[in-house]
């Protein structure tokens, strides 16, 4: 199936444009980062609480 142009881009706030997949690769280790450190939060949490 063949994207048109404006769903197949992503805009960037720094004016220049990529594919969405380019976009999706930039993004992922730093999502994958903050949910690491969430999941870590939540633990510490979780332990806390048993306490």
Known sequence: MRLSKRKNHVGRAT???MCGMCAYDKIKPILLLRNRC???VCLKAQKYIEK
Do not use: E, L, Q, W
Request: hydrophobic letters at 0%.
């Open 15 to 17: 004016g220049s444009s």
């Open 38 to 40: 969430c999941g870590c």
